[in-house]
């Protein structure tokens, strides 16, 4: 992380049409690639639908949304359900993520392609099988120095996430 941009009001889409506006949290980060690269976060509840011409029948849930702006535009890099990715212990929640992953028009890409970029790119955030982003304590405040390296585990994988979609864009 090169600097963090504080917070401003912005709004991302998703691949299914769906769009998050609201507030991130903005960080430049120099990438993989030796570029820089400005990272979001934001937090957001979605509605619950019934019916729904595009989207059917949804639960509500909690998204935890990364975006990315860089020199090839803006787009969503990782959105995580958080009530699907979350696992309480007794002193901490953790998150996870299970790799899904969409490549614009590309279409999906293989979970275990994902997973072999994490590996290649950070292996300590592959555990179980899954890929983990951080714990925060779930018994008292949050601080910054345990804050920190979930935020800067999800900024990375956001960017290995953004590598694969783009070398498979190359192809």
């Known amino acids: ?8 009001f912005h709004t991302y889409g998703n691949a299914a049409g ?11 980060v ?14 957001f509840g979605t509605a619950k639908l019934i019916n729904d011409p595009i989207f ?8 935890l949304n990364v975006a990315t702006e860089d020199m090839l ?13 979350i696992s309480k212990r007794k ?3 953790r998150f ?9 028009k ?9 997973k072999n970029y994490v590996s290649k790119y950070a292996p300590d955030l592959l555990v179980e099988d899954k890929i983990y982003l951080g714990s925060l304590p779930n018994n008292m405040s949050i601080s910054w120095d345990q804050g920190q390296q979930f935020i800067m585990n999800l900024l990375l994988y956001a960017n290995i996430r953004d590598k694969l979609r783009n070398d498979i864009k190359k192809r």
Do not use: W
Request: glycine letters at 14%.
């Open 1 to 8: 992380m090169e600097q963090d941009l504080g917070y401003s």
């Open 18 to 28: 769906g769009s998050f506006s609201g507030y991130y949290r903005g960080f430049v």
């Open 30 to 43: 120099k990438t993989l690639d030796g570029n820089e690269a400005i990272y979001r976060i934001g937090m």
């Open 56 to 63: 059917g029948n949804r639960k509500s849930y909690t998204v």
């Open 73 to 85: 535009g803006y787009h969503n890099s990782l959105e995580l359900n958080i009530d699907n990715s």
């Open 91 to 93: 002193t901490e929640y």
């Open 96 to 104: 996870f993520h299970n790799g899904r992953l969409t490549a614009g």
């Open 106 to 114: 590309k279409g999906s890409v293989k979970i275990e392609k994902v």
